[in-house]
């Protein structure tokens, strides 16, 4: 299994990176991840610290599965692509973001998935490695949010995919 890992560009998240790393001990995956300014040693994955757009794309083709902090860009790519996709938010009281907006985005999107959605949120990475199994049994074929609309109350699955859809 490819798995990408992705941080973004503003701060390192040295806590997912090395929660990867040392999963992968174990699992021993193919993993890529951009882990931004962190100058640790990881001796499980490969790294780079930036990805071009086009690199960032590439990769995203290649993968089978996306890990990632809980930014907008990465969940809408990986909507559009219908890849699995697993979020993990950045928290301010381990420095890793500057507030814990990403709390806010995840707890939108969370009652969105169920357990064979596309894209789960994974809140602690003690959990990482269960959600990776769970999610790497999934087909390509299921939908990125859950099918279940009574959980979506203001439709915002359908709202995002549509205004996706008009874009393109």
């Not at 610290?49 to 690199?55: A, C, I, K, P, V």
């Amino acid at each position: 299994m490819k798995v990408l890992v992705t941080v973004g560009a503003q701060l390192p998240f040295k806590r997912l990176v090395e929660a990867i790393n040392d999963i992968n001990k174990s699992l021993n995956l193919d993993v890529f991840a951009q882990v931004g300014e962190d100058s640790n040693a990881y001796d499980g994955i490969q790294v780079v610290d930036f990805l071009s757009s086009n690199e960032y794309k590439a990769k995203l083709d290649w993968c089978d599965i996306v890990i990632a902090h809980a930014g907008m860009g990465t969940i809408i790519q990986c909507l559009e692509l219908n890849k699995k996709l697993i979020v993990v938010p950045r928290l301010a009281k381990f420095g890793e973001h500057r507030n814990d907006h990403q709390l806010d985005t995840i707890a939108r999107f969370e009652p969105l998935t169920s357990s064979i959605s596309l894209m789960r949120v994974c809140r602690d990475v003690e959990d990482l490695q269960q959600t990776l199994e769970e999610i790497e049994k999934l087909s390509e074929k299921n939908d990125f949010f859950t099918t279940e609309k009574e959980k979506d109350t203001e439709n915002l699955g359908v709202y995002i995919k549509k205004m996706i859809d008009d874009e393109v």
